[in-house]
Protein backbone atom coordinates (compact mmCIF):
# COMPACT_ATOMS: atom_id res chain seq x y z
CA UNK A 1 0.00 0.00 0.00
CA UNK A 2 1.06 3.84 -0.64
CA UNK A 3 2.65 5.57 2.51
CA UNK A 4 -0.51 7.05 4.96
CA UNK A 5 -2.04 10.12 3.34
CA UNK A 6 -2.69 13.29 4.90
CA UNK A 7 -4.51 13.15 8.13
CA UNK A 8 -7.52 14.99 7.22
CA UNK A 9 -8.36 11.82 4.64
CA UNK A 10 -7.69 9.59 8.10
CA UNK A 11 -9.81 12.01 10.04
CA UNK A 12 -13.40 10.49 8.78
CA UNK A 13 -14.59 9.70 12.59
CA UNK A 14 -12.22 11.68 14.71
CA UNK A 15 -11.66 9.60 18.20
CA UNK A 16 -11.60 6.39 15.45
CA UNK A 17 -8.74 4.57 16.85
CA UNK A 18 -6.88 2.07 14.02
CA UNK A 19 -8.10 -1.08 15.83
CA UNK A 20 -11.64 0.15 15.77
CA UNK A 21 -11.29 -0.28 11.71
CA UNK A 22 -11.38 -3.06 9.39
CA UNK A 23 -7.58 -2.95 8.36
CA UNK A 24 -4.64 -5.64 7.68
CA UNK A 25 -3.79 -5.42 11.54
CA UNK A 26 -7.52 -6.37 12.61
CA UNK A 27 -7.89 -9.42 9.91
CA UNK A 28 -6.61 -11.74 12.79
CA UNK A 29 -9.67 -10.67 15.04
CA UNK A 30 -12.45 -11.57 13.09
CA UNK A 31 -14.88 -13.79 13.68
CA UNK A 32 -14.63 -17.18 12.11
CA UNK A 33 -17.61 -16.82 10.55
CA UNK A 34 -15.99 -13.83 7.81
CA UNK A 35 -14.04 -15.72 5.17
CA UNK A 36 -10.95 -13.56 4.79
CA UNK A 37 -7.97 -13.74 2.22
CA UNK A 38 -5.46 -16.97 3.16
CA UNK A 39 -2.63 -15.55 0.70
CA UNK A 40 -0.10 -13.25 2.15
CA UNK A 41 -1.15 -9.93 0.65
CA UNK A 42 2.52 -8.97 0.96
CA UNK A 43 3.80 -10.98 -1.82
CA UNK A 44 1.01 -9.38 -4.74
CA UNK A 45 2.34 -7.97 -7.34
CA UNK A 46 0.41 -5.59 -8.95
CA UNK A 47 -0.61 -7.06 -12.77
CA UNK A 48 -3.79 -5.60 -12.78
CA UNK A 49 -5.30 -1.88 -13.12
CA UNK A 50 -8.75 -1.00 -12.70
CA UNK A 51 -9.82 2.47 -13.93
CA UNK A 52 -13.16 3.44 -13.08
CA UNK A 53 -12.95 1.48 -9.17
CA UNK A 54 -17.01 1.20 -7.52
CA UNK A 55 -19.04 -0.97 -5.91
CA UNK A 56 -19.54 -3.50 -9.24
CA UNK A 57 -16.34 -3.86 -9.82
CA UNK A 58 -15.51 -4.99 -5.98
CA UNK A 59 -18.33 -7.63 -5.89
CA UNK A 60 -17.76 -9.01 -9.47
CA UNK A 61 -13.99 -8.71 -10.73
CA UNK A 62 -12.31 -8.07 -7.65
CA UNK A 63 -13.77 -11.08 -6.30
CA UNK A 64 -13.00 -13.48 -8.87
CA UNK A 65 -9.89 -12.54 -8.69
CA UNK A 66 -9.21 -12.69 -4.63
CA UNK A 67 -10.84 -15.85 -4.83
CA UNK A 68 -8.04 -16.94 -8.15
CA UNK A 69 -5.75 -16.59 -5.49
CA UNK A 70 -6.65 -18.26 -2.81
CA UNK A 71 -6.67 -21.37 -5.51
CA UNK A 72 -3.30 -19.98 -7.83
CA UNK A 73 -1.25 -17.35 -6.35
CA UNK A 74 -0.07 -15.26 -9.09
CA UNK A 75 1.20 -11.52 -9.77
CA UNK A 76 -2.40 -10.36 -9.99
CA UNK A 77 -2.79 -8.02 -7.32
CA UNK A 78 -5.12 -4.72 -8.05
CA UNK A 79 -4.34 -1.17 -8.57
CA UNK A 80 -7.67 0.59 -8.45
CA UNK A 81 -8.01 4.30 -9.94
CA UNK A 82 -10.74 6.71 -9.42
CA UNK A 83 -11.52 8.88 -12.42
CA UNK A 84 -14.05 11.21 -10.50
CA UNK A 85 -14.95 11.02 -6.96
CA UNK A 86 -12.26 10.23 -3.94
CA UNK A 87 -14.71 8.52 -1.94
CA UNK A 88 -13.66 4.91 -2.48
CA UNK A 89 -9.95 5.97 -1.92
CA UNK A 90 -10.74 7.73 0.89
CA UNK A 91 -12.81 5.20 2.19
CA UNK A 92 -10.08 2.47 1.80
CA UNK A 93 -7.06 3.74 2.49
CA UNK A 94 -7.22 3.80 6.13
CA UNK A 95 -8.68 0.08 5.48
CA UNK A 96 -5.28 -1.01 4.04
CA UNK A 97 -7.12 -1.48 0.60
CA UNK A 98 -9.69 -4.27 2.69
CA UNK A 99 -13.57 -4.30 2.28
CA UNK A 100 -16.04 -6.81 2.99
CA UNK A 101 -18.48 -8.39 0.44
CA UNK A 102 -21.84 -9.49 1.62
CA UNK A 103 -23.48 -11.66 -0.21
CA UNK A 104 -27.42 -11.65 0.67
CA UNK A 105 -30.16 -13.70 -0.16
CA UNK A 106 -33.49 -14.80 1.79
CA UNK A 107 -31.26 -17.75 3.71
CA UNK A 108 -29.37 -14.36 5.34
CA UNK A 109 -25.99 -12.87 4.46
CA UNK A 110 -22.35 -14.37 4.01
CA UNK A 111 -19.23 -12.11 4.71
CA UNK A 112 -16.13 -12.30 3.11
CA UNK A 113 -13.01 -9.57 3.05
CA UNK A 114 -11.75 -9.15 -0.41
CA UNK A 115 -7.82 -8.46 0.20
CA UNK A 116 -6.65 -8.26 -3.79
CA UNK A 117 -7.27 -4.74 -4.23
CA UNK A 118 -3.47 -3.43 -3.39
CA UNK A 119 -3.52 0.48 -4.38
CA UNK A 120 -6.03 3.33 -4.58
CA UNK A 121 -5.45 6.24 -6.64
CA UNK A 122 -7.70 9.20 -7.63
CA UNK A 123 -6.64 10.03 -11.31
CA UNK A 124 -7.43 13.98 -11.74
CA UNK A 125 -5.36 14.36 -8.29
CA UNK A 126 -2.17 12.63 -9.55
CA UNK A 127 -2.48 11.36 -13.01
CA UNK A 128 1.00 10.70 -13.18
CA UNK A 129 1.15 8.29 -10.12
CA UNK A 130 -2.03 6.16 -12.38
CA UNK A 131 0.41 6.24 -15.87
CA UNK A 132 3.33 5.16 -13.74
CA UNK A 133 1.22 1.69 -12.82
CA UNK A 134 -0.07 1.32 -16.13
CA UNK A 135 3.33 1.42 -17.34
CA UNK A 136 4.90 -1.13 -15.54
CA UNK A 137 6.07 -3.72 -16.77
CA UNK A 138 4.45 -6.29 -14.54
CA UNK A 139 0.73 -4.90 -15.41
CA UNK A 140 -0.76 -7.46 -18.01
CA UNK A 141 -4.66 -6.29 -17.80
CA UNK A 142 -6.12 -3.22 -17.68
CA UNK A 143 -9.81 -3.38 -16.54
CA UNK A 144 -12.46 -0.37 -16.74
CA UNK A 145 -16.13 -0.02 -15.61
CA UNK A 146 -16.73 3.49 -16.86
CA UNK A 147 -20.25 3.32 -17.43
CA UNK A 148 -21.22 4.48 -21.53
CA UNK A 149 -20.37 8.24 -20.84
CA UNK A 150 -17.07 7.43 -20.03
CA UNK A 151 -16.09 6.00 -23.56
CA UNK A 152 -16.61 9.44 -24.73
CA UNK A 153 -18.56 8.21 -27.94
CA UNK A 154 -21.75 8.49 -29.89
CA UNK A 155 -24.14 5.75 -28.82
CA UNK A 156 -25.67 6.11 -31.70
CA UNK A 157 -22.37 4.81 -34.45
CA UNK A 158 -20.03 4.02 -31.72
CA UNK A 159 -17.43 5.90 -32.89
CA UNK A 160 -15.80 8.17 -30.90
CA UNK A 161 -17.13 11.99 -30.00
CA UNK A 162 -14.14 13.57 -31.37
CA UNK A 163 -15.48 16.82 -30.21
CA UNK A 164 -15.89 15.54 -26.98
CA UNK A 165 -14.22 18.64 -24.64
CA UNK A 166 -12.58 15.61 -22.62
CA UNK A 167 -11.57 14.16 -25.62
CA UNK A 168 -9.94 17.10 -27.07
CA UNK A 169 -8.14 18.05 -24.14
CA UNK A 170 -6.32 14.93 -23.92
CA UNK A 171 -5.18 14.90 -27.39
CA UNK A 172 -3.91 18.39 -27.15
CA UNK A 173 -2.48 17.32 -23.12
CA UNK A 174 -1.43 13.46 -23.83
CA UNK A 175 0.93 13.48 -20.30
CA UNK A 176 -2.28 14.83 -18.10
CA UNK A 177 -4.99 12.69 -19.88
CA UNK A 178 -8.82 13.43 -18.13
CA UNK A 179 -10.35 10.43 -19.88
CA UNK A 180 -10.39 6.61 -19.62
CA UNK A 181 -9.34 6.81 -23.31
CA UNK A 182 -7.00 9.76 -23.04
CA UNK A 183 -4.91 7.32 -20.03
CA UNK A 184 -5.19 4.15 -21.48
CA UNK A 185 -4.00 5.90 -25.16
CA UNK A 186 -0.48 7.79 -23.06
CA UNK A 187 -0.31 4.47 -21.39
CA UNK A 188 0.48 2.28 -24.25
CA UNK A 189 2.53 5.76 -25.99
CA UNK A 190 4.65 5.16 -22.98
CA UNK A 191 5.17 1.39 -23.13
CA UNK A 192 5.87 1.51 -26.65
CA UNK A 193 8.43 4.14 -26.49
CA UNK A 194 9.34 1.69 -23.86
CA UNK A 195 10.00 -1.41 -25.54
CA UNK A 196 7.19 -2.63 -23.38
CA UNK A 197 4.46 -5.13 -24.35
CA UNK A 198 0.98 -4.08 -24.37
CA UNK A 199 -1.55 -4.71 -21.79
CA UNK A 200 -4.73 -5.99 -22.66
CA UNK A 201 -7.80 -3.40 -22.22
CA UNK A 202 -10.57 -5.88 -20.67
CA UNK A 203 -13.84 -3.51 -20.31
CA UNK A 204 -16.15 -5.17 -17.95
CA UNK A 205 -19.11 -2.36 -18.66
CA UNK A 206 -22.41 -3.84 -19.34
CA UNK A 207 -22.44 -2.75 -22.43
CA UNK A 208 -22.92 -4.95 -26.20
CA UNK A 209 -19.52 -6.11 -27.82
CA UNK A 210 -17.74 -3.53 -25.15
CA UNK A 211 -14.13 -4.97 -26.47
CA UNK A 212 -15.31 -3.77 -29.70
CA UNK A 213 -16.50 -0.29 -28.78
CA UNK A 214 -13.48 0.66 -26.97
CA UNK A 215 -11.21 -1.08 -29.79
CA UNK A 216 -13.03 1.45 -31.97
CA UNK A 217 -12.75 4.34 -30.40
CA UNK A 218 -9.43 3.43 -28.82
CA UNK A 219 -7.93 3.19 -32.34
CA UNK A 220 -9.27 6.32 -33.82
CA UNK A 221 -8.28 8.52 -30.78
CA UNK A 222 -4.57 7.14 -31.28
CA UNK A 223 -4.76 7.69 -35.10
CA UNK A 224 -5.79 11.20 -34.42
CA UNK A 225 -2.39 11.22 -31.78
CA UNK A 226 -0.43 9.79 -34.51
CA UNK A 227 -1.36 7.61 -37.52
CA UNK A 228 1.77 5.19 -36.79
CA UNK A 229 0.95 5.09 -33.49
CA UNK A 230 -2.78 4.14 -34.39
CA UNK A 231 -1.81 1.47 -36.72
CA UNK A 232 0.41 0.34 -33.84
CA UNK A 233 -2.52 -0.31 -30.91
CA UNK A 234 -4.99 -1.50 -33.77
CA UNK A 235 -2.33 -4.26 -34.33
CA UNK A 236 -0.99 -5.42 -31.28
CA UNK A 237 -3.73 -4.50 -28.31
CA UNK A 238 -6.15 -7.05 -27.91
CA UNK A 239 -9.83 -5.61 -27.03
CA UNK A 240 -11.80 -8.55 -25.78
CA UNK A 241 -15.41 -8.60 -25.17
CA UNK A 242 -16.93 -9.65 -22.32
CA UNK A 243 -20.27 -9.96 -20.57
CA UNK A 244 -20.54 -9.19 -16.69
CA UNK A 245 -23.98 -9.94 -14.61
CA UNK A 246 -24.03 -9.23 -11.00
CA UNK A 247 -26.67 -7.30 -8.85
CA UNK A 248 -24.79 -5.04 -6.29
CA UNK A 249 -27.23 -2.36 -4.78
CA UNK A 250 -25.79 1.03 -3.50
CA UNK A 251 -24.57 0.42 -0.43
CA UNK A 252 -26.62 2.03 2.54
CA UNK A 253 -25.75 3.43 6.11
CA UNK A 254 -27.45 0.29 7.15
CA UNK A 255 -25.59 -2.02 5.34
CA UNK A 256 -22.31 -0.44 6.75
CA UNK A 257 -23.79 -0.99 10.30
CA UNK A 258 -25.15 -4.07 9.98
CA UNK A 259 -21.73 -5.31 8.36
CA UNK A 260 -19.10 -3.48 10.93
CA UNK A 261 -21.79 -5.12 13.61
CA UNK A 262 -20.89 -8.25 12.70
CA UNK A 263 -16.92 -7.99 11.56
CA UNK A 264 -16.49 -6.52 15.09
CA UNK A 265 -15.04 -3.66 13.40
CA UNK A 266 -15.83 -0.48 11.26
CA UNK A 267 -15.93 -1.18 7.50
CA UNK A 268 -16.82 2.19 5.63
CA UNK A 269 -16.74 0.63 2.23
CA UNK A 270 -18.62 -2.46 2.45
CA UNK A 271 -20.40 -4.00 -0.75
CA UNK A 272 -23.24 -5.99 -0.72
CA UNK A 273 -24.61 -8.41 -3.50
CA UNK A 274 -26.73 -11.43 -4.54
CA UNK A 275 -25.31 -14.98 -4.29
CA UNK A 276 -25.34 -15.39 -8.37
CA UNK A 277 -22.63 -14.08 -10.51
CA UNK A 278 -21.94 -14.57 -14.14
CA UNK A 279 -18.17 -13.30 -16.48
CA UNK A 280 -18.49 -14.67 -20.36
CA UNK A 281 -15.02 -13.24 -21.77
CA UNK A 282 -13.57 -13.86 -24.88
CA UNK A 283 -10.45 -15.53 -24.56
CA UNK A 284 -7.74 -13.05 -26.27
CA UNK A 285 -4.73 -12.32 -23.23
CA UNK A 286 -1.80 -11.89 -25.75
CA UNK A 287 0.49 -10.82 -22.35
CA UNK A 288 -1.35 -13.07 -20.46
CA UNK A 289 -3.92 -13.64 -17.82
CA UNK A 290 -4.75 -14.94 -14.32
CA UNK A 291 -6.84 -18.40 -14.38
CA UNK A 292 -9.94 -17.17 -14.03
CA UNK A 293 -11.77 -20.32 -15.82
CA UNK A 294 -11.15 -22.04 -12.19
CA UNK A 295 -13.49 -20.22 -10.64
CA UNK A 296 -16.23 -19.82 -12.56
CA UNK A 297 -15.17 -17.59 -15.72
CA UNK A 298 -16.42 -18.29 -18.64
CA UNK A 299 -13.65 -18.31 -21.47
CA UNK A 300 -15.09 -18.57 -24.89
CA UNK A 301 -14.48 -17.96 -28.30
CA UNK A 302 -17.05 -15.46 -29.02
CA UNK A 303 -19.47 -13.47 -26.62
CA UNK A 304 -21.73 -12.75 -28.54
CA UNK A 305 -24.25 -15.61 -28.39
CA UNK A 306 -24.33 -15.27 -24.09
CA UNK A 307 -25.20 -11.44 -24.67
CA UNK A 308 -27.76 -12.48 -26.50
CA UNK A 309 -28.80 -14.74 -24.41
CA UNK A 310 -29.06 -12.47 -21.35
CA UNK A 311 -31.08 -9.43 -23.16
CA UNK A 312 -33.10 -12.37 -24.16
CA UNK A 313 -33.79 -14.52 -20.98
CA UNK A 314 -32.56 -11.85 -18.54
CA UNK A 315 -33.71 -8.51 -19.52
CA UNK A 316 -36.17 -9.55 -21.45
CA UNK A 317 -37.77 -11.42 -18.22
CA UNK A 318 -37.43 -8.34 -16.62
CA UNK A 319 -39.10 -5.98 -18.60
CA UNK A 320 -42.05 -8.38 -18.53
CA UNK A 321 -42.00 -8.72 -15.06
CA UNK A 322 -41.60 -5.06 -14.29
CA UNK A 323 -44.21 -3.61 -16.88
CA UNK A 324 -46.81 -6.64 -15.71
CA UNK A 325 -46.07 -6.35 -12.07
CA UNK A 326 -46.21 -2.81 -12.00
CA UNK A 327 -49.51 -2.75 -12.83
CA UNK A 328 -50.57 -5.50 -10.76
CA UNK A 329 -49.45 -3.44 -8.09
CA UNK A 330 -46.24 -5.00 -6.97
CA UNK A 331 -43.41 -2.82 -6.02
CA UNK A 332 -40.51 -5.37 -6.51
CA UNK A 333 -39.62 -8.57 -8.92
CA UNK A 334 -39.93 -10.87 -6.05
CA UNK A 335 -43.02 -9.62 -5.10
CA UNK A 336 -44.44 -10.28 -8.74
CA UNK A 337 -42.35 -13.57 -8.87
CA UNK A 338 -44.49 -14.60 -5.64
CA UNK A 339 -47.42 -14.84 -7.64
CA UNK A 340 -47.60 -18.13 -9.04
CA UNK A 341 -49.00 -17.01 -12.65
CA UNK A 342 -46.81 -14.56 -12.90
CA UNK A 343 -43.76 -17.06 -12.15
CA UNK A 344 -45.30 -19.42 -14.64
CA UNK A 345 -45.59 -16.79 -17.25
CA UNK A 346 -41.77 -15.66 -17.40
CA UNK A 347 -40.58 -19.75 -17.05
CA UNK A 348 -43.03 -20.02 -20.19
CA UNK A 349 -41.60 -17.39 -21.97
CA UNK A 350 -37.61 -18.34 -21.67
CA UNK A 351 -38.84 -21.82 -22.70
CA UNK A 352 -41.18 -21.47 -25.10
CA UNK A 353 -40.54 -17.92 -26.55
CA UNK A 354 -37.61 -16.30 -25.98
CA UNK A 355 -35.19 -19.43 -25.04
CA UNK A 356 -35.82 -21.44 -28.63
CA UNK A 357 -34.70 -18.13 -30.56
CA UNK A 358 -31.13 -19.18 -28.97
CA UNK A 359 -28.19 -20.16 -30.83
CA UNK A 360 -25.87 -21.20 -28.46
CA UNK A 361 -22.61 -22.55 -28.47
CA UNK A 362 -21.95 -26.55 -27.44
CA UNK A 363 -21.35 -26.76 -23.47
CA UNK A 364 -23.79 -23.70 -22.74
CA UNK A 365 -26.08 -24.88 -20.52
CA UNK A 366 -29.20 -22.79 -20.63
CA UNK A 367 -31.54 -24.53 -18.20
CA UNK A 368 -29.15 -24.12 -15.87
CA UNK A 369 -28.99 -20.31 -16.42
CA UNK A 370 -33.18 -20.59 -16.44
CA UNK A 371 -33.33 -22.18 -13.00
CA UNK A 372 -30.58 -19.61 -12.08
CA UNK A 373 -32.60 -16.37 -13.60
CA UNK A 374 -36.04 -17.60 -11.54
CA UNK A 375 -34.21 -18.29 -8.12
CA UNK A 376 -32.58 -14.50 -8.46
CA UNK A 377 -36.27 -12.82 -9.82
CA UNK A 378 -37.64 -14.92 -6.29
CA UNK A 379 -34.95 -13.32 -3.90
CA UNK A 380 -36.24 -10.93 -1.69
CA UNK A 381 -32.75 -9.62 -0.32
CA UNK A 382 -32.55 -7.43 -3.93
CA UNK A 383 -35.60 -5.51 -3.34
CA UNK A 384 -35.08 -4.70 -7.06
CA UNK A 385 -38.15 -2.32 -8.07
CA UNK A 386 -40.66 -2.58 -11.04
CA UNK A 387 -40.69 0.36 -11.51
CA UNK A 388 -36.99 1.34 -12.16
CA UNK A 389 -36.93 -1.56 -14.00
CA UNK A 390 -39.45 -0.19 -16.25
CA UNK A 391 -37.63 3.32 -17.15
CA UNK A 392 -36.42 3.40 -20.65
CA UNK A 393 -38.59 1.21 -22.27
CA UNK A 394 -38.49 2.55 -25.66
CA UNK A 395 -34.91 2.28 -25.31
CA UNK A 396 -34.70 -0.79 -24.27
CA UNK A 397 -37.71 -3.24 -25.83
CA UNK A 398 -36.03 -3.31 -29.22
CA UNK A 399 -33.37 -5.34 -28.17
CA UNK A 400 -35.03 -7.12 -25.38
CA UNK A 401 -39.23 -8.24 -26.64
CA UNK A 402 -38.66 -6.87 -30.27
CA UNK A 403 -35.60 -8.56 -31.73
CA UNK A 404 -36.90 -11.98 -30.28
CA UNK A 405 -40.36 -11.68 -31.76
CA UNK A 406 -38.70 -10.43 -35.44
CA UNK A 407 -36.87 -14.14 -35.13
CA UNK A 408 -40.51 -15.85 -34.02
CA UNK A 409 -42.40 -14.42 -36.78
CA UNK A 410 -39.63 -15.08 -38.86
CA UNK A 411 -39.77 -19.07 -38.65
CA UNK A 412 -44.17 -18.31 -38.07
CA UNK A 413 -43.95 -19.48 -34.57
CA UNK A 414 -46.70 -17.55 -32.14
CA UNK A 415 -45.69 -14.54 -29.75
CA UNK A 416 -48.16 -14.09 -27.09
CA UNK A 417 -46.49 -13.96 -24.14
CA UNK A 418 -43.88 -11.69 -25.98
CA UNK A 419 -47.41 -9.94 -27.09
CA UNK A 420 -48.52 -9.37 -23.52
CA UNK A 421 -45.19 -7.68 -22.62
CA UNK A 422 -45.36 -5.26 -25.08
CA UNK A 423 -48.95 -4.42 -24.65
CA UNK A 424 -48.20 -4.52 -21.05
CA UNK A 425 -45.25 -1.78 -21.83
CA UNK A 426 -48.22 0.33 -23.74
CA UNK A 427 -50.37 0.38 -21.22
CA UNK A 428 -48.08 1.50 -18.39
CA UNK A 429 -46.79 4.40 -20.87
CA UNK A 430 -50.23 5.45 -21.17
CA UNK A 431 -49.61 6.84 -17.30
CA UNK A 432 -52.64 5.85 -15.07
CA UNK A 433 -52.44 2.64 -13.05
CA UNK A 434 -55.42 0.31 -12.66
CA UNK A 435 -56.67 2.35 -9.62
CA UNK A 436 -56.72 5.47 -11.63
CA UNK A 437 -53.28 6.60 -9.86
CA UNK A 438 -50.44 8.50 -12.33
CA UNK A 439 -47.65 6.92 -13.14
CA UNK A 440 -44.28 8.16 -13.41
CA UNK A 441 -43.12 7.52 -16.59
CA UNK A 442 -39.21 8.10 -17.28
CA UNK A 443 -38.26 7.52 -20.76
CA UNK A 444 -36.60 9.62 -23.26
CA UNK A 445 -39.18 10.52 -24.82
CA UNK A 446 -41.72 10.59 -21.96
CA UNK A 447 -43.03 14.06 -23.45
CA UNK A 448 -44.02 12.20 -26.77
CA UNK A 449 -45.35 9.36 -24.56
CA UNK A 450 -47.75 11.49 -22.75
CA UNK A 451 -49.09 13.30 -25.84
CA UNK A 452 -50.34 9.89 -27.59
CA UNK A 453 -51.48 8.75 -24.23
CA UNK A 454 -53.46 12.20 -24.04
CA UNK A 455 -54.55 11.91 -27.53
CA UNK A 456 -55.72 8.47 -27.66
CA UNK A 457 -57.73 8.73 -24.24
CA UNK A 458 -57.59 5.39 -23.28
CA UNK A 459 -58.84 3.72 -26.00
CA UNK A 460 -56.81 0.39 -26.82
CA UNK A 461 -56.52 0.59 -30.14
CA UNK A 462 -55.92 3.72 -31.04
CA UNK A 463 -53.39 3.92 -28.07
CA UNK A 464 -51.39 1.14 -29.81
CA UNK A 465 -51.50 2.30 -33.63
CA UNK A 466 -50.22 5.45 -32.37
CA UNK A 467 -47.23 4.22 -30.60
CA UNK A 468 -46.55 1.27 -33.37
CA UNK A 469 -45.89 5.00 -35.18
CA UNK A 470 -42.37 5.43 -32.84
CA UNK A 471 -40.49 3.95 -35.87
CA UNK A 472 -37.45 4.36 -33.28
CA UNK A 473 -38.89 1.65 -31.07
CA UNK A 474 -40.67 -0.72 -33.48
CA UNK A 475 -39.23 -0.04 -37.11
CA UNK A 476 -40.99 -0.04 -40.16
CA UNK A 477 -41.31 -3.79 -40.25
CA UNK A 478 -43.72 -4.75 -36.73
CA UNK A 479 -46.06 -2.19 -37.48
CA UNK A 480 -47.31 -3.22 -41.41
CA UNK A 481 -47.02 -7.21 -39.94
CA UNK A 482 -50.92 -8.29 -38.83
CA UNK A 483 -49.49 -11.06 -37.03
CA UNK A 484 -47.42 -8.81 -34.26
CA UNK A 485 -50.28 -5.94 -34.28
CA UNK A 486 -53.09 -8.27 -33.94
CA UNK A 487 -51.46 -9.98 -30.80
CA UNK A 488 -50.68 -7.06 -29.08
CA UNK A 489 -53.64 -4.85 -29.99
CA UNK A 490 -56.06 -7.66 -28.27
CA UNK A 491 -53.52 -8.08 -25.62
CA UNK A 492 -53.44 -4.67 -24.53
CA UNK A 493 -57.79 -4.60 -24.58
CA UNK A 494 -57.67 -7.59 -21.66
CA UNK A 495 -55.13 -5.51 -19.87
CA UNK A 496 -57.19 -2.96 -20.22
CA UNK A 497 -60.87 -4.23 -19.73
CA UNK A 498 -59.53 -7.10 -17.04
CA UNK A 499 -56.23 -5.81 -15.45
CA UNK A 500 -52.82 -7.31 -15.98
CA UNK A 501 -53.42 -10.53 -13.01
CA UNK A 502 -56.46 -12.16 -15.42
CA UNK A 503 -54.13 -11.39 -18.44
CA UNK A 504 -51.36 -12.72 -16.69
CA UNK A 505 -53.21 -15.96 -15.52
CA UNK A 506 -55.01 -15.93 -19.41
CA UNK A 507 -51.75 -15.97 -20.81
CA UNK A 508 -49.28 -18.02 -18.66
Not at 26 to 45: I, K, N, T, W
Request: aromatic content about 6%.
Amino acid sequence: MPSAPPAERRSENPGERPSDRLNASSLAALPAAVAQPAYDRGDLEIGIVHLGVGAFQRAHQAAYTDALLEREFGPWGIAGVSLRSPDTRDALEPQDGLYTMAVHDAGGERLRVIGCLLELLVAHEDPDAVLERMTRPSVRIVTLTVTEKGYCHDPATGALNEGHPDIRHDLDNPGRPRTAIGFLAEALARRRAAGLAPFTVLSCDNLPGNGDTVARILRRFADLRDPAFGAWVADAVACPNSMVDRIVPATTEADRARVSEALGSRDAWPVVTEPFTQWVVEDRFPAGRPAWETVGVELVADVHPYETMKLRLLNGSHSTIAYLGYLAGYETVSDTMADRDFATLVRNLMDQETGPTLHMPPGADLEQYKNALITRFRNPALRHRTWQIAMDGTQKLPQRLLNPIRDRLAADLPIGRLALAVAAWMRYVAGTDEKGQPIDVRDPLAPRLAEIAAATAGDPGRLATALFGLTAVFGEDLPRDPRFTGPVVAALHRLFAEGARAAVAATA
